[in-house]
Structures are given as C-alpha cells and as structure tokens.
C-alpha cells in the first residue's frame, strides 16, 4: 500500500475518533464508517465539545470552525456561540525553517537584515521583521508543509460528507457538503500567498483616493509560500488604549472607519472582508491602515442594490420590497413555503420598524436573517456572508473605541444614494428619446391609422346588411377621441417620469437633502419643460386637425 494512501487512512481514522471522543459518535452512525450507538447524549453543551474536537484536530479544522462561526445559515445558534470562542494554540516554527523557505524560494540573500522571532503568528504562517534596501518590510512565510496538511484534510472531509449527507440520522438538519465546500473554497485561497497578493493590489487600486494606508508588495519576491510587503508603523485597534484619545479624535476616527468601509460596499463595490481589531491598525497621528488581506469581497452593482433594497425594506417595514431583495439576492429557492417565508419576513421587520435606527445593530439584522434561511436550509450567496461579517465586525471596531454611532444610521445614505443612482441610470439620455420618439410616432399615426381603418371598414363588402348612419359625424368625433387619448397618455408618461423621479428620493428621510440640491431640481424643471412643449405640440396638432 502506498505510504501516502496509508497516512490519509490513518487521518480518516483520527478525525473520526476524535469526533468520537468528544460526544459525536452519532453523527456516523449508520454510514459505512462505524456502526455504535451515541456516546454522549448531552447536547446542552454540543457547542464546547465541538469547539474542544476541532481545536484537537489542528489547523483545518480550526479554521473551519472559526468560518462557520460567522454562518448562522449552516450552523445552529448555539454552537456559533462556543465557535466564537475558538482559538489558535500554534507555536512559531524554527527561524531555521524559515529561512529554508526564503532560500528554496531564492530570496533569503536579498535581506540586509532579518529578524529571528515572529511578530505574529498563525496556523497558516507567521511574519518576521526584515529590512531590504534600508527600508523596513514584513515578511509572511507559510507554515510548512500546511498546504498538504490542508489539501489532504479537504479531500478526507469531501468524501466524508459525501458519506454523512446520505446516511447520517442527522442529514435534514446539517449539509456537510455544503460546509465543507465553503471551507475549501476560503482555505485553498488562504494558504497561497499569491491569491493575498492579488487582493492588496486590488484593494490598493480602489482605495488610491481614499485616506487609508494600505501596504506596498514587493511583487518580485512574492511567491506561493512567501509574501513581502513594506511594514506598517501603527498598532492595532485592539491593543491601543483607547481612554487615552479625546473622544473628540475617537469620534473622528470612528466616523472615518465607518464611512471608509461604506465606501468600499457601496461605491467601490471591492472590500476589506476581515476587519477585526488585529487587521486594523491605527498610526500615532490617527491615520488608519489594513493588513492582512486573505478574505476580500467583492460585490456588483446589482448585488449592492439588492443589499441595499433587503435593508431598506427591513427599515421601513416594506414587507414586499423585502421579500424582492430575498428573491434578487437567489436566497429564495424553488420548493419552500412562499406563505411562511414572508410571514416570518413580516415578524422579523415587525421587530424593528418600533425601534429607533440608532438602536439597531446591524449584527442582530443579518443574525436573525442567517437564522431564517437555516431554518428554511436555504443556501447564502458568499458575497452576502462576506457582507454581513464585514458590518458585523466593523460595528465591533467601533464599540473598541467607545464612542456612540450608528453603522445602520451610516448606511441609510449610501443605501439611498446607490438606489437613487441605479433608478436614474436606467433613465438615461437614449432610453429618454427612445420614449419621445414611439410618443411622437403615436401622436403622428394614431389619428391617420384610425381614419384609414374606418375607410377600409366602411367600403368593405359585408354579407351581414349594417346601416350606419352619419358616418362622417362618427369619424370626426372618433379622431377627436384619439387626439384626446394621445394627449392623455403623453401627459400621463411625462408625468409618471417625474413623479418617479421625485417618489424615488423620498424611500427615507436621510435623502431630503438630496431631493433639494440643484442638480436635483434642474432634473425636475427639465421634466416639467418637456412636459409643457409636448402639451402645446399636441395641441397644435389638434387644432390643426380640427380644422
């Protein structure tokens, strides 16, 4: 038996006899694996023996349970709440196999200097400090021999829940596959650096006009296992002592944190998905930087209209808008119970329209929207997750900093503004024309079709003998009927275009301003313009017709 064949037999082993161990034997019973009886039947504290198994299986696992612990959509509740607690017990490998690393790579010479210990480290790697043409850089080296770890862990766990979602007694309640799929899909990423140093170049093109620090990547040597980047000169969010900043500055800094993140979603539509207080960094004149780069979100406009139509329908308790973004979105799935779904849509945003929006807190909203779609087993767009994490952990950065804001009061203008924008857009220059021309043609043919029609009609050869009497009487008021008409639908259209235009910006108080800036306003007069010289067009054309 090949000796690689014979290590992920034994890993099998192991994962399933940890799991075993800790209370979770049901969970395999009746599938080919083991064939016994619950060990545990103690499911009050399911969530810490979960957390303690995952913890003793190591890295993959580990991060498995730390992905899961923002995914109320494939977990229960009460077992997010012990994987929250989930933590990394790693200790830093040798600066030998360090080093071994930067030479196989070809880079260890180009180093003035570097320094021995890590100043961070993690599952998947560690950072040193280095020094390359005088200039302070940091430098991340991937654990070794986690990306065979890593693979050969995803590949047992695909077979198993391949296994576990046909014959586990608890496969209608729990989707291993899907599970396993989100965790590869973050984790193949997370340990090839290259995916990470895509994603800083990206982020670094979008934010080029925003005050953030984001840092410079030696793209030359940069590789699967290596990335170097030009270090930060900050602390981080979490270890600052925030007593020590007026609130007048923390209120500053708060307000720039929120609205830096709001721009990306909203505007940019690319993220940074990670946002806890260790990735965040905070230099000594207040300026902010991001580190860490492994999870980036990325959303398209109709995805950000969507996400921003589900929260404006939660807000202002419009059930119907509500329900659309959850279809838009692709959250909504052929087969469920459409009646039951929006009943409890209703209750979740019956919950909140009593509430002020300074009290809402954004992580409450997409929790008890994550445990809908559990309880419907209805699958999460990975965007949307991102989104809802990203907001979640940002509100947490501001409580840190101990000043009163509102995320969801911080996004009801982005909200509104990108909404606005998207209803605009779609009346563009062309499609306005577009519109004025098939008018133009109805007023034009309308009146002439309507004669020919009753000419033909009336030299027609009927067998059936129809006397009808002053026909050029009927003619003539029949032309003034569809003049009428003619009017009554250009006036109807045009008038439909501005109240559009103007209902469009009242969706919430927070764009009032908007509906009375100028640009605004010159919209509307140019509206009433065209309303005005379509009117004395048709007229023209009427009166001369009546003659």
Partial sequence: MPNTKRKRINRLRFIIN???KHGFGYVFSNTPFVKFKRFSDNKANRGQRLKSALEELGTTFIKMGQLLANRPDLVPEDIIAELKNLQEKVKPFSFDEAKSILVRNDIFDKFEYIEKEPIATASIGQVHIGYIDGKKVAVKIRRPNVDNEVKTD??????ISAILDKYSPVRNIVSFSAIVDEVANVLLKEIDFRFEQNNIKKLR???????????DVYDELCSEEVLITSFVEAKTLGTIDVEKIPLIERMK?????????????????VFHADPHPGNILITDNFEIAFV??????YLSRQDRENLSNLLL??????????????????IIQKGIDANKFYTDIESIVSHYINQPISSIKVADVFNDVFKLTFRYKLKIPQQFVLFGRTLSLLENDIALLKVDLSILEAILP????????NRVSKLSIANLFNILSSYFNLLEFLPKKTETILEKLEDDELTVNIEIKNIEKILHQMERLANKISLAVILLSVSIIIAGMTVGGLLSPALYKTILSAWYLWALRLGILILIVLIIIMLVMIIRKEK
């Fill in 18 to 20: 940890v799991f075993v």
């Fill in 154 to 159: 995803i590949e047992i766990l695909k077979r």
């Fill in 205 to 215: 093109k979008a934010l080029s006009a925003k005050e953030v620090i984001i840092p």
């Fill in 253 to 269: 800094l708060g307000k720039k944190l929120v609205n830096l993140y709001l721009s990306q979603i909203f505007e940019l539509g």
């Fill in 292 to 297: 860490d780069f492994g999870m980036v979100g």
């Fill in 313 to 330: 329908g939660i807000v202002l308790n419009d059930k119907k808008k509500t329900l659309k973004a959850f279809k838009e979105l692709g």
């Fill in 414 to 421: 982005y909200v509104n503004r990108l909404v606005f924008k």
